[in-house]
Nanobody, 127 residues
Framework: QLQLVESGGGLVQPGGSLRLSCAAS????????IGWFRQAPGKEREGIAC????????YYTDSVRGRFTVSRANAKNTVYLHMNSLKPEATAVYYC????????????????????WGQGAQVTVSS
């Protein structure tokens, strides 16, 4: 089985920080561009942070740039999303996805849903 599993979600206070992890099994992430997506209640899915297979190129949507950081540890077959200064509007289900032969910008902005996807992790920002 080829799987991506998100972990690290939960409840956090506004202004707090959280780190999500995306671990792969059945394949090696070092051949794939990785994206983090979220879907808030009543809203469309949006790509928020993507990273190239090497980790040298990243892309962020405007709403998270400067506060979120995507990184990867290919030796651990894991990708991370560090979320700082969290706002209530960040409450959503967060997904990671892996796709080959794509740019980081395309990964985050494409309307299609190719590649491998995790099951999602709930993040709730509330006091």
């Amino acid at each position: 089985q080829l799987q991506l599993v998100e972990s690290g979600g939960g409840l956090v206070q506004p202004g707090g920080s959280l780190r999500l992890s995306c671990a792969a099994s059945g394949f090696f992430l070092d051949s794939y561009t990785i994206g983090w997506f979220r879907q808030a209640p009543g809203k469309e899915r949006e790509g928020i942070a993507c990273i190239s297979s090497s980790g040298r190129v990243t892309y962020y949507t405007d709403s998270v740039r400067g506060r979120f950081t995507v990184s990867r540890a290919n030796a651990k077959n894991t990708v991370y999303l560090h979320m700082n200064s969290l706002k209530p509007e960040a409450t959503a289900v967060y997904y990671c996805a892996a796709r080959g032969l794509t740019t980081t910008k395309e990964m985050c902005t494409a309307t299609s849903r190719p590649g491998y996807w995790g099951q999602g992790a709930q993040v709730t920002v509330s006091s």
